[in-house]
């Protein structure tokens, strides 16, 4: 096991805003937590107006809320001043078009400044807002519009082309379709921009209530068919908390979130928890490139930055080198969400980028950060943490008959927290049924499988559908990743179970390497000989096979699922979220 990371605070940063991790503990309530919000003049609560209009009635609407970095080269900074008047005139548009409270407006388009106005415009109007990833393929994007019955749609010429135009008579609810770069060409759809000169700058402030329906985001379709989880407008009140106490941001901060808003990650983080908190978000509409990403945490002196495993490990593979010529010294957090965090991604980030990444882990349902690292708080790598204040988090088994058991300190069972957070999810949209199995005795129960120590952290095995028993034992496939990872020629490891005659299962690893390693049996045999010293044969894979990359959600996440379907060749299932299965460029 990689080593404790020791924490000192360093006097010329500023001091942690969570001083005192067990005190809060001891005596947060969210009843508290609720009184910070600044809330609504007439009564009421919407995230658009935390996240915004609050700046600038307090006098801080000249503070840049937005850095926009054009994958050309473009700069450019919208004030919380202008994002309030720009979001306003959205919310006014919608309004003449005749979209008012719950109703879906989803957004089709890359990274560009409109989707971040359409996502504050839709809320202030008291709409419904639903980020689709603009990387998927036309049967994607109609699954999910057709789900989320959208009645507007905002994206780019060149999108809608691909994607919409010809199945738009298979969309019957989609009435308005926005074009962020309209020339006016396109048959039955309206120019984005036009509807916005024509709005007012001011109105009078969004007449929402913290239950009112605001975020519909689907899951990212690592286990199965994504599910579309609905978050009112309260969970701004964990987005702030969350933002402040493990994100550590104090307004002025400049904050980079790599997530694409597609994602909840990148609307949770990538635009609501920095704003709210006063921070300027660092938007970067470039694809994944080490040397691009260096050199923005350099120039853009970021203070913050939230990545993801997938990234780390990228960056990890492009070597040290990247990093030269970068002057990183004003970065003071950094986090990471999303999968596992392997041991090997902390100490590396210790080594080479100054300081450690921490690990934070959250749901889609889950709608904010609830089990963390913290700034002040030392590091056991691979874990992932203690629980939010405010947060019980607990290891329990479902009985059979209904109903759940806690465990002991150190037993494996299954991630659960007491309901009735802020930002938890209020419903999948069209499936109460699945909804209703996710609870029992008062606890939400994630699907993750997970152990906590006698001194309160949880440590992440694998997700219930990919553990693995074999000869008796259930394997978290985390475990034996960490384990291969650690090796020089490893860049990335996904397990599966393999049935087996003797074993039930065995443990079946495949394995892609950095680019300066080969493919060979003598590199295979060295491999499984690395994981049986470290871990026991009982545990260590039996097979190994070499991958060029492994198969990956959008987001991000390797997804067992499909190593396992394409192995014991069983169907494949929803693919609408594989990587490769869409090839085109986001922003196309
Ligand atoms: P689906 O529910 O459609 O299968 P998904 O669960 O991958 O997709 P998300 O809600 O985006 O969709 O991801 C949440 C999951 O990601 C968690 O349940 C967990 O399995 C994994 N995850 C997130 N953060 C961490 C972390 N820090 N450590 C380990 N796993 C994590
Ligand atoms: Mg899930």
Redesign the pocket.
């Known amino acids: 096991m990689a080593a404790l990371i020791h924490k000192t605070l360093n006097a010329n940063e500023p001091a942690p805003n969570l001083m005192d991790y067990r005190a809060m503990r001891a005596t947060f309530s969210w009843d508290i937590a609720c009184t910070e919000r600044a809330g609504l003049p007439h009564g009421g609560l919407n995230i658009a107006f935390e996240a915004v209009d609050r700046w600038v009635a307090s006098g801080q609407g000249e503070v840049a809320a937005l850095r926009w970095l054009g994958k050309n080269g473009e700069r450019r900074d919208i004030s919380y001043t202008e994002l309030a008047r720009l979001s306003n005139r959205f919310a006014h548009s919608l309004e003449q078009l005749g979209i008012g409270p719950g109703d879906r407006v989803c957004v089709l388009a890359g990274r560009i400044p409109e989707l971040y106005i359409t996502a504050l415009g839709t809320l202030k109007a008291g709409a419904v807002f639903c980020p689709l990833f603009s990387a998927f393929g036309p049967e994607p994007v109609r699954v999910r519009l057709v789900k989320s019955q959208a009645r507007v749609l905002v994206t780019t010429t060149l999108l809608y082309q691909r994607k919409i135009r010809e199945q738009r008579n298979n969309l019957p609810d989609l009435e308005h379709i926005l074009l962020t770069d309209s020339d006016g060409s396109e048959p039955g759809t309206h120019s984005f921009h036009t509807l916005l000169e024509t709005g007012p700058d001011h109105r009078s402030p969004p007449r929402t209530q913290p239950e009112d329906w605001a975020l519909l985001?689907?899951?990212?379709?690592?286990?199965?068919?994504?599910?579309g989880?609905i978050h009112v407008h309260q969970a701004v009140v964990a987005h702030q908390l969350t933002g402040r106490w493990v994100l550590d941001l104090r307004p002025g901060d400049i904050y980079w979130c790599t997530a694409d808003p597609g994602?909840?990650?990148g609307v949770s983080y990538g635009i609501i928890a920095p704003l709210v908190n006063g921070a300027t978000l660092v938007v970067d509409e470039a694809e994944f490139d080490a040397r691009r990403w260096y050199a923005i945490l350099g120039r853009e002196r970021v203070n913050v930055w939230y990545t993801a495993?997938t990234a780390i490990r990228m960056l990890m593979k492009a070597g040290t080198e990247a990093t030269q010529g970068h002057d990183l010294s004003a970065l003071r957090f950094m986090a990471?969400?999303?999968?596992?965090?392997n041991p090997e991604a902390v100490t590396w980030s210790l080594a080479t980028l100054g300081r450690p990444f921490h690990?934070?882990?959250?749901?889609?349902?889950t709608g904010a950060i609830m089990?963390t690292n913290y700034r002040t708080l030392d590091i056991r790598p691979g874990s992932?943490g203690q629980p939010l204040p405010g947060i019980e988090a607990a290891i329990v088994r479902r009985r059979p008959g209904g109903g759940v058991d806690r465990l002991e300190p150190g037993e494996e069972g299954e991630l659960a927290l007491r309901a009735g957070w802020p930002s938890m999810f209020r419903s999948y949209l069209d499936d109460a049924e699945r909804y209703q199995q996710c609870f029992a005795d008062g606890w939400y129960l994630?699907?993750?499988l997970a152990i906590c120590d006698i001194d309160g952290y949880f440590w992440?095995v694998?997700?219930n559908d990919d553990v693995i028993k074999t000869s008796g034992h259930l394997i978290g496939p985390?475990e034996v990743e960490n384990v291969l990872m650690e090796h020089p020629a490893v860049a990335e490891a996904g397990m599966i179970g393999k049935p087996d005659e003797f074993a039930g299962q065995i443990v079946k690893a495949f394995v892609a390497l950095k680019p300066s390693y080969v493919p060979s049996d003598a590199l295979r045999k060295e491999l499984l000989g690395f994981a049986r010293t470290r871990l026991g044969p009982a545990v260590a894979p039996r097979e190994l096979e070499f991958m060029p990359d492994l198969p990956k959600?959008r987001?991000g996440?390797i997804m067992r699922r499909l190593l396992r379907a394409r192995e014991l060749g069983l169907p494949l299932g929803d693919v609408s979220?594989l990587e490769s299965e869409n090839p085109e460029e986001p922003d196309a």
């Open positions: 985001h689907f899951t990212s379709g690592t286990t199965g068919t994504p599910k989880a994602w909840v990650t495993p990471s969400v999303g999968e596992p965090l690990d934070t882990w959250w749901q889609t349902e089990i992932m994630s699907g993750d992440f694998g997700r985390f959600t987001s996440k979220t």
